[in-house]
Nanobody, 126 residues
Framework: QVSLLEAGGGLVQAGGSLTLSCAAS????????MGWFRQAPGLEREFVGR????????WYADSVKGRFTISRDNAKDTVYLQMNSLKPEDTAIYYC???????????????????WGQGTQVTVSS
């Protein structure tokens, strides 16, 4: 059974940084792309970023480009989301997801992922 476990959320002041991690188990981590999504209260879940299985190709939402960095360590079955210059509008529950390395349609579509973590709360105070 595939399991994804996020960690690293918390409360941070605007302008600060946090690094989220997501530890995967249950299937060969290096064969799958990983994604990060977030959902703020009252809003729909939105794409944050995606990293291909080798870690070479990455995609980001425009709202986080230049501030957030996705990376992965296939030896540790873990994907990371380094978040810098955080803004209050980054406040959300952050989810990691795992899916096939070849995406269908848009790389930002949640339908490209078949397993999801439980999420970790990130709160940015102004």
């Amino acid at each position: 059974q595939v399991s994804l476990l996020e960690a690293g959320g918390g409360l941070v002041q605007a302008g600060g940084s946090l690094t989220l991690s997501c530890a995967a188990s249950g299937r060969t981590f290096s064969m799958y792309a990983m994604g990060w999504f977030r959902q703020a209260p009252g809003l729909e879940r939105e794409f944050v970023g995606r990293i291909g299985r080798t870690g070479i190709v990455r995609w980001y939402a425009d709202s986080v480009k230049g501030r957030f960095t996705i990376s992965r360590d296939n030896a540790k079955d873990t994907v990371y989301l380094q978040m810098n210059s955080l803004k209050p509008e980054d406040t959300a529950i952050y989810y990691c997801a795992s899916g096939p390395d070849t995406y269908r349609g848009s790389y930002s579509a949640a339908s490209n992922y078949d397993y999801w973590g439980q999420g970790t709360q990130v709160t940015v105070s102004s």
